[in-house]
């Protein structure tokens, strides 16, 4: 099955620079990578999602990076801001009907 | 709209207890999911419903009971719970089968088993 692993598991930036979450995945057949965000007290939200057919997607000041042949993708986020700090899961199907996040990175935003 | 409301937001249950979970989409998904999410961890698959069909069973004790009486409602039926089970749990939906189709989360439910 797939294994998804998430580095780092904490992060702290200074407000205004950027941040940067990366996952591998280990099964070479995964076609699609949803990022979700989660803050205090409330449900994953997703965020941005990538599909294997394309190496790169941006929305606003988040972006999403895929490399398939070393299978890892990663989170980009330019220009923090405060409203940044939340929980970043990736995640990966595991099976039809299933996906697999990886273990969380939890950012910061100093002000 | 890609809302997912689950109610109540929180509950506290002593050990003999029955009580129940539910869970509304009204975006024409036609998976549903439930989650447990423990403190710091990530979210952990318990159940899958596909056009109202239980299609995954993450091996879950008997003590809790999925039901997806409508393709927009889920429940969750609780009974005989340990503190362990102690958790959040998050209800998802998703368009249909497969996994490539984006999961849109609830807000959870703040389970306290004493």
């Known amino acids: 099955g797939e294994n998804v692993e998430q580095h780092p598991s904490t992060l702290s930036v200074q407000e205004g620079d950027s941040a940067v979450i990366k996952c591998t995945y280990s099964?070479?057949?995964?076609?699609?990578f949803p990022w979700y965000k989660q803050e205090l007290g409330k449900g994953p939200q997703l965020i941005i999602d990538i599909r294997s057919n394309v190496g790169e997607k941006k929305d606003q000041r988040i972006a999403v990076t895929l490399n398939k042949t070393a299978k890892h993708f990663s989170l980009h986020i330019t220009e923090t801001q405060p409203e940044d700090s939340a929980v970043y899961f990736c995640a990966a199907p595991s099976s039809a009907s299933k996906i697999i996040f990886g273990s969380g990175t939890r950012l910061s935003i100093r002000p | 709209d890609t809302e997912v409301t689950q109610t109540p937001k929180h509950l506290v249950m002593g050990m003999t207890n029955k009580k129940s979970l539910k869970c509304e989409q009204h975006m024409g998904h036609r998976a549903m999911y439930w989650y447990k999410q423990k403190a710091k961890k990530p979210p952990e698959l318990m159940f899958v419903?596909?056009?109202?069909?239980?299609?995954i069973n993450e091996s879950v004790p008997s003590r809790f009971s999925p039901e997806c009486p409508n393709s927009s409602l889920l429940n969750l039926h609780l009974h005989a719970l340990q503190p362990e089970d102690s958790a959040l749990y998050l209800c998802?939906?998703?368009?249909?089968?497969?996994?490539?189709?984006?999961?849109?989360f609830g807000p959870g439910t703040r389970l306290t088993v004493t």
């Open positions: 419903y596909s056009y109202e069909k239980l299609s």
């Open positions: 099964d070479s057949a995964s076609n699609y």
């Open positions: 998802a939906s998703s368009q249909g089968r497969g996994s490539t189709y984006e999961q849109y």
